[in-house]
């Protein structure tokens, strides 16, 4: 019943830009905090930002801010993470999530349904 679906992503040069969304559907969308995460190969699956679900509280992982910026459309019932600067350790599945409940930092606190979408920097 619950679906994440993100879409975006792609090969981009350092120093590019990528706009990543999530559509969701299956729960009451603007009740949930939502998040993206990433997971390059052989690497924990790690928080990139966070964005509440009236919109007023924002967090970033220190590797990307000031770089990523999360948004969300209630109305449309979808997330986005507009990527600037991309570095080559960008290069990860970026995956989103709505919160369980919790400690946001605890991986497990976030529930995933979606594939994920393949972000590629290269140098």
């Known amino acids: 019943q619950v679906q994440l679906v993100e879409s975006g992503g792609g090969l981009v040069q350092a120093g590019g830009s990528l706009r990543l969304s999530c559509a969701v559907s299956?729960?009451?969308?603007?009740?949930?905090?939502m998040a993206w995460f990433r997971q390059a190969p052989g690497k924990e699956r790690d928080l990139v930002a966070v964005?509440?679900?009236?919109?007023?509280?924002?967090y970033y992982a220190d590797s990307v801010k000031g770089r990523f910026n999360i948004s969300r459309d209630n109305a449309e019932a979808t997330v986005y993470l507009q990527m600037n600067g991309l570095k080559t350790e960008d290069t990860a599945v970026y995956y989103c999530?709505?919160?369980?409940?919790?400690?946001?930092?605890?991986?497990?606190?976030?529930?995933?349904w979606g594939r994920g979408t393949q972000v590629t920097v290269s140098s």
């Open positions: 999530a709505f919160h369980r409940g919790g400690d946001y930092y605890d991986v497990r606190s976030w529930a995933f």
């Open positions: 299956g729960i009451i969308f603007s009740r949930y905090d």
């Open positions: 964005i509440s679900g009236s919109s007023t509280m924002t």
